[in-house]
């Protein structure tokens, strides 16, 4: 996407070929910051503190860490120990191992003095790949906003509500619930996002809000606990959201927050959309209650608030006593029968062993997705 006319990606390789670039996420948006990462330790401190963030983008950035690795030690030993320290940066984004596992089973066959090459190219791969599937999610999904506006009054908007940051950033390209979105847009269809500002991190106010703008769609940014009033009184046509990891059965795990919503578009006849590549498919799963590790972050992100504060300066402030204990959910489970249907590369689906065997029959012979 564009930011003040200059096209972006969220991640990318330095014309050096030794150096990758990425946007850091936690200054957003108040300072636009890109940062130089030299190494595996670098990649994986940029996943683990949130510099990049979002199921596919921190896969891809991880497959560039791996390249980054084998640059300094292309060795059986380094491949192993770089997968291990990646893999541990954060526990809930399945995308994360999808990428581990591709590089790994990319270079793993080859001799060292070839991995360095074949791991910047693969990781560009899985870049251009994702960008591929989110515009494919979008085009799939955008019928389903046309539908919806066909039958609402000549240029009333569709209203969208979405959470946390599934959009480009959260990516490589496009975004996942925002594709949709950004190509309603930019064909002309009226759209409106609400964007739950999503707690405690806040990346729906501070990410999804800056996104939407620099792109110029109409959007609301709206505390968390509005979705169900807006609901109950009509003003949401459709849920999009976005996905950390789904199981081979439907169940959708995503940003804390994310059951609460579709239990409010249960309640009160709104679709409820899940978009995601099927790099987001935990297929070895199915049961997202019991098999999805669901991550717990530094209490801090509860007790205090990033902001700018009236001079400009960019702060923080505690929001509770200094001794109050705090929990720190980071994703919650949405059970398969809450979500109206799946968006995908390949097209939308129910949210089910079923649904999803018919858009990727490759995946049907699993033992997963053979058992009953
Ligand atoms: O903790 P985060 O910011 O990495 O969580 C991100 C989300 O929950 C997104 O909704 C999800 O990764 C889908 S991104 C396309």
Same mark, same amino acid.
């Given at each position: 996407m564009k930011i003040d006319g200059k096209k972006y990606r969220s991640i990318w390789a330095e014309p050096d070929g030794k150096t990758v670039g990425i946007i850091?996420?936690?200054?957003?948006?108040?300072?636009?910051?890109? *940062?130089?990462?030299?190494?595996?330790?670098?990649?994986? *401190?940029? *996943?683990e503190d949130m510099w990049v963030r979002g199921a596919p983008l921190i896969g891809a950035t991880a497959a560039y860490g791996m390249a980054l690795a084998m640059q300094k030690d292309a060795s059986d030993e380094a491949l192993g120990r770089a997968y291990d320290i990646l893999h541990a940066t954060r526990p809930t984004a399945i995308n994360l191992k999808w990428a581990l596992d591709e590089v790994v089973?990319?270079?793993?066959?080859?001799?060292?003095?070839?991995?360095?090459?074949a791991a910047w190219t693969l990781a560009a791969q899985i870049c251009d790949r994702d960008v591929d599937t989110n515009h494919a999610i979008g085009k799939h999904g955008v019928d389903i906003i046309r539908n919806i506006a066909t039958r609402k009054a000549p240029g009333d908007p569709v209203n969208i509500l979405t959470h946390c940051n599934a959009g480009w950033l959260a990516t490589v390209d496009w975004g996942t619930a925002t594709s949709p979105i950004y190509q309603a847009h930019d064909m002309g269809l009226p759209v409106h996002v609400w964007v739950d500002e999503t707690r405690p991190r806040n990346q729906g106010a501070s990410l999804t809000s800056w996104e939407l703008g620099r792109h110029g769609v109409n959007h609301t940014l709206i505390v968390d606990n509005s979705g169900g009033h807006l609901m109950q009184h009509g003003k949401v046509d459709l849920c999009i959201v976005g996905s950390d990891r789904t199981t081979a059965?439907?169940?959708?795990?995503?940003? !804390?927050?994310?059951?609460?919503?579709?239990?409010?578009?249960?309640?009160?006849g709104v679709p409820f959309y899940v978009a995601l590549p099927s790099t987001t498919v935990d297929w070895t799963i199915n049961d997202g209650l019991r098999e999805i590790p669901i991550e717990e972050r530094d209490g801090k992100e509860v007790s205090w608030v990033a902001g700018k504060d009236k001079d400009?300066?960019?702060?923080?402030?505690? !929001?509770?006593?200094?001794?109050?204990?705090?929990?720190?959910?980071?994703?919650?489970?949405?059970p398969s029968r809450l979500v109206t249907g799946l968006i995908t590369e390949r097209g939308v689906c129910s949210a089910s062993k079923a649904g999803l065997a018919k858009l990727f029959p490759e995946k049907a012979g699993s033992d997963v997705m053979r058992a009953v």
């Open positions: 850091d996420q936690t200054r957003l948006p108040h300072s636009f910051v890109t *940062i130089p990462l030299k190494s595996r330790d670098d990649a994986a *401190i940029a *996943i089973g990319h270079l793993l066959p080859l001799p060292a003095d070839q991995r360095i090459a059965s439907g169940d959708v795990c995503n940003k !804390i927050g994310t059951y609460l919503k579709a239990l409010a578009a249960r309640d009160n400009g300066k960019e702060t923080s402030v505690l !929001i509770c006593p200094e001794t109050t204990p705090v929990a720190n959910h980071a994703f919650d489970v949405t």
